[in-house]
């Protein structure tokens, strides 16, 4: 399975989900990997101060959009899961990770502003569709809190994508910025409430994936 997290917008947590998740499927048993497609290589990083005694992730830098789609589908040969940690641009390479994707995640945070920048997002998404039929894509919420009304509200204003919104969302911890410079996920770390954000988005995705026959 190939899953795309991209957004053109930055700050919104792509890197962020894109490392979580990677390391709930290895400790899940899954063969993981991510492309890193992004030029500050945040990703690549990450995996230089990871401890050896965790799960191992291979993490490949790809800059070049041209070398996007025959980087992921080899890697996709030697793992189940191939992460492609997105770039905030509008350029070429937006385009090659919604094409090369089974499954779409688009991280956005719960402000107004942030959803009325989706605009030239769903212009690519739409060209993409133009040679793929089908490509299911999912908003992911980040830094997200019930007790405020904006927030919740946010929820409502997605909902004009047509497209569908992940019910498991990220808080605001300081545990997500503290794990990204060890080269750790929350999985492994010691706050529970964290751990437990990842451990249902990651099921969550699975469940999405089963229902498109994307996993066995």
């Known amino acids: 399975m190939r899953i795309g997290i991209t957004n053109l917008k930055g700050g919104v947590g792509k890197t962020t989900l894109t490392q979580n998740l990677a390391v709930c499927f290895a400790h899940m048993g899954y063969k993981t990997c991510i492309v890193d497609t992004d030029r500050n290589q945040n990703s690549v990083s990450w995996s230089g101060a990871r401890d050896e005694s965790l799960p191992q992730i291979l993490v490949v830098g790809v800059t070049d959009p041209k070398a996007v789609n025959k980087t992921v589908d080899k890697l996709h040969e030697d793992n189940e899961i191939v992460l492609i940690d997105g770039t905030p641009s509008l350029s070429e390479m937006t385009t090659r990770i919604i094409l090369v994707s089974d499954l779409l995640l688009i991280p956005i945070l719960p402000s107004a502003h942030d959803v009325r920048a989706m605009g030239q997002f769903f212009e690519r998404y739409e060209q993409a569709l133009e040679f793929r039929d089908h490509i299911p894509a999912h908003f992911f919420i ?7 009304i904006i927030h919740r509200s946010i929820k409502e204003m997605l909902q004009q994508f047509e497209i569908g919104i992940m019910k498991t969302t990220f808080r605001e911890r300081v545990s997500y910025l503290e794990t990204a410079v060890e080269g ?33």
């Open 142 to 148: 980040n830094q997200y809190s019930d007790k405020y």
């Open 184 to 216: 750790m996920g929350v999985y492994e770390y010691s706050d529970k409430k964290a751990k437990k954000e990842v451990i249902e988005m990651t099921e969550e995705v699975l469940e999405l994936a089963q229902k498109e026959g994307l996993l066995e």
